[in-house]
């Protein structure tokens, strides 16, 4: 069973930084691709940013810019570097996983919680 723990998360006003973390419980080159989605209260979730084994990466419009993920293959860890928050930014972060193939899944970490307060 894979397990993924966030950590990072907090309170920060706008035009702050965080920097979330994502941490394995196995190499992070067994997964295709990692990422970060978000759910603020009464929405879906969304996606944030992703980064594939080949460092590659994709981000929603909304956070271009200001936000960059990257990867410490050594750590299988992923972060999340969060620049110039907007209390639009405020949700809870998921940590995802996504694994392809004839039966693609993903995992899911617990979230961690990122306020923004204008």
């Known amino acids: 069973q894979v397990q993924l723990v966030e950590s990072g998360g907090g309170l920060v006003q706008a035009g702050g930084s965080l920097r979330l973390s994502c941490a394995a419980s196995?190499?992070?080159?067994?997964?295709?691709?990692m990422g970060w989605y978000r759910q603020a209260p009464g929405k879906q979730r969304e996606f944030v940013a992703r980064?594939?084994?080949?460092?590659?990466?994709g981000y929603a419009d909304s956070v271009k810019g200001r936000f960059t993920i990257s990867r410490d293959n050594a750590k299988n860890t992923v972060y999340l570097q969060m620049n110039s928050l907007k209390p639009e930014d405020t949700a809870v972060y998921y940590c995802?996983?996504?694994?392809?193939?004839?039966?693609?899944?993903?995992?899911w970490g617990q979230g961690t919680q990122v306020t923004v307060s204008s």
């Open positions: 196995r190499s992070i080159f067994s997964f295709n691709a």
């Open positions: 980064i594939t084994t080949g460092d590659n990466t």
């Open positions: 995802n996983a996504f694994v392809d193939g004839v039966r693609p899944y993903n995992y």
